[in-house]
Nanobody
Framework: QVQLVESGGGLVQTGGSLRISCAASGRTLSSDVMAWFRQAPGKEREFVARVTWSGASTYYADSVKGRFTITRDNAKNTVYLQMISLKPEDTAVYYC????????????WGQGTQVTVSS
């Protein structure tokens, strides 16, 4: 079993920066791939970014490419999402998730952290 806890959310102005974190515990060897998703009020959950165990392979949604960076520190069992040039449309609850490489869907989810970008 894997437990994920997000932190670091808050209120920032348009154009500002923020780094959010996801701390993993439990059976972390099951977390071959870790990812960030987000969900705005009244909207569907959407994929943001993912990273493999080694950190060598990353993938981003087009909406955040060039502005967000996902990194992974396995020694600390922590995944980060560095966000720059934030826009009001980035406002959402951000969730981290993990899965085994062979799994079709993400197995474990955190409770989310709120990111609000003021206009």
């Amino acid at each position: 079993q894997v437990q994920l806890v997000e932190s670091g959310g808050g209120l920032v102005q348009t154009g500002g920066s923020l780094r959010i974190s996801c701390a993993a515990s439990g059976r972390t060897l099951s977390s071959d791939v870790m990812a960030w998703f987000r969900q705005a009020p009244g909207k569907e959950r959407e994929f943001v970014a993912r990273v493999t165990w080694s950190g060598a392979s990353t993938y981003y949604a087009d909406s955040v490419k060039g502005r967000f960076t996902i990194t992974r520190d396995n020694a600390k069992n922590t995944v980060y999402l560095q966000m720059i040039s934030l826009k009001p449309e980035d406002t959402a609850v951000y969730y981290c998730a993990s899965k085994r490489a062979a799994a079709g869907r993400y197995d474990y989810w955190g409770q989310g952290t709120q990111v609000t970008v003021s206009s």
